[in-house]
């Protein structure tokens, strides 16, 4: 309703109602599309349309005037994590009516910002950078950056995948290396880095490097797939020995915020084995805690 008058518009002209509302009311759009989790019955509608339901959020934020409020039924487990569909734009969330047997809420999101530029700005950052690992590149940029000498900071990246990552690197003035185990991952890489730049590895074997040959050498999120420890430590041991430093980042879901969030941190990183053939029961043993890790880094 506008000024007391019912109207009705089709979808496509909802762009023409930015701003004009004190309040929106999702229907079930959102459930429509997939906006439902539930661990316990294994259901994981919401991680596989994310893109989908922050537009669609963002679309509904965008006819708020600003102070505006949302209302929409989150159904599901954990609800924390659909709740950060909503969170992730500028404004607050508060719950009410919670139905802890049936794990549903109402939730109310008052916008404090929803023009166009805030809204897609929150898109670019939760939908384009993430599928880019483009925060992971952003923190790694700032080590590097510090790391830098008078000459060209030389960098390997080891289990660099297709090497989008270590284009970033080449992007600003260092000299990239990849080391990689899958011949399909480095072919893609040498086509993305050049052939030069790209070795294909046993898994096994001494590194193809001289002793202190690079600046840094980078392990990310690569050693919880080494299924041997005894391996894990030859390649921190290798790592070491072709590189003044050595930086590694790795999964550490039960670190997660909340009981809710780390359940679903440890079934989402139990999962992603798979895609690689390797089996998440067998696996999630390779992710260890800090002090594990620490043990390791010390040995190599």
């Known amino acids: 309703r506008i000024q007391g008058r ?14 004009k509302f004190d309040l929106v009311v999702d229907a079930g759009e959102l459930a429509n599309i997939g906006f439902a989790m539930d661990l316990a019955k294994f259901r994981w509608d919401a991680l596989a349309k994310p893109d989908e339901l922050l537009k669609v959020i963002a679309s509904s934020l965008a006819l708020l005037k600003p102070g505006g409020h949302l209302l929409s039924m989150i159904d599901g487990d954990p609800q924390e994590f659909l709740v950060s569909f909503f969170t992730a734009f500028p404004g607050q969330a508060r719950e009410h009516s919670r139905d802890t047997i049936t794990n549903s809420c109402l939730l109310e999101f008052r916008v404090t910002a929803a023009s166009t530029e805030c809204l897609q700005e929150v898109l ?5 950078d993430e599928r880019s690992h483009r925060r992971y590149a952003n923190l790694l940029q700032s080590v590097l950056s510090k790391s830098r000498c008078s000459t060209t900071l030389k960098v390997l990246d080891v289990g660099g995948g297709d090497g989008h990552m270590a284009e970033w690197w080449l992007d600003m003035g260092c000299e990239v290396s990849l080391l990689e185990v899958d011949a399909t991952c480095a072919q893609a890489a040498e086509e993305r880095l050049g052939k030069s730049r790209v070795a294909l590895h046993d ?17 990310l999120f690569v050693l919880h797939h080494i299924a041997s420890e005894e391996v894990v430590r030859q390649t921190l041991s290798e790592a070491a020995r072709v590189s003044r430093q050595v930086l590694v980042m790795e999964d550490q879901p039960r670190s997660a915020a909340t009981q809710g969030l780390c359940r679903l941190a440890v079934a989402v990183t139990a999962e992603h084995f798979r895609p690689f053939g390797q089996d998440p029961a067998q696996y999630m043993r390779n992710i260890r805690s800090d002090p594990l890790w620490r043990s390791l880094f010390a040995g190599a």
């Open 6 to 19: 019912k109207i009705e518009v089709a979808p496509d002209s909802l762009n023409k109602l930015a701003g």
């Open 124 to 128: 670019d950052r939760e939908v384009n």
């Open 203 to 219: 898994g096994f074997s001494a590194w193809p490097y001289a002793d202190g040959f690079f600046d840094i050498c980078l392990l």
